[in-house]
């Protein structure tokens, strides 16, 4: 049984960081992406950033693209999403999602068969 569980999440000021934990089990990281969403009260789930695990190939939003990092630690079985320079508009439930996707459909969360509960990152301006 897969089980994807969300830590680091939480409140912070406008320029401020965090790093958000993804910790994978039961999920074979060859081969699959391990992605981050967000939604936004009355917004639809948005697509943040992916990495295939076995390429380490990663994609981002535009909107994040230069200020968050996704990375992960194989031997943690672990995904992670470095956010720098937040902004208020970043506020929102942040979930982890497990699956394979391809570069047209990463953002997609239709696509994805395992979810986290998700954390939720504040950020004040």
């Known amino acids: 049984q897969v089980q994807l569980v969300e830590s680091g999440g939480g409140s912070v000021q406008a320029g401020g960081s965090l790093r958000l934990s993804c910790a994978a089990s039961?999920?074979?990281?060859?081969?699959?992406?391990m992605a981050w969403f967000r939604q936004a009260p009355g917004q639809e789930r948005e697509g943040v950033a992916v990495i295939y695990t076995r390429s380490v190939t990663t994609y981002y939003a535009g909107s994040v693209r230069g200020r968050f990092t996704i990375s992960q630690d194989n031997a943690k079985n672990t995904v992670y999403l470095q956010m720098n320079s937040l902004k208020p508009e970043d506020t929102a439930m942040y979930y982890c999602?497990?699956?394979?996707?391809?570069?047209?459909?990463?953002?997609?969360?239709?696509?994805?068969?395992?979810w986290g509960q998700g954390t939720q990152v504040t950020v004040s301006s």
């Open positions: 999602a497990a699956g394979h996707c391809s570069s047209i459909t990463w953002h997609v969360p239709s696509v994805y068969a395992y």
């Open positions: 039961g999920f074979t990281h060859s081969g699959g992406c």
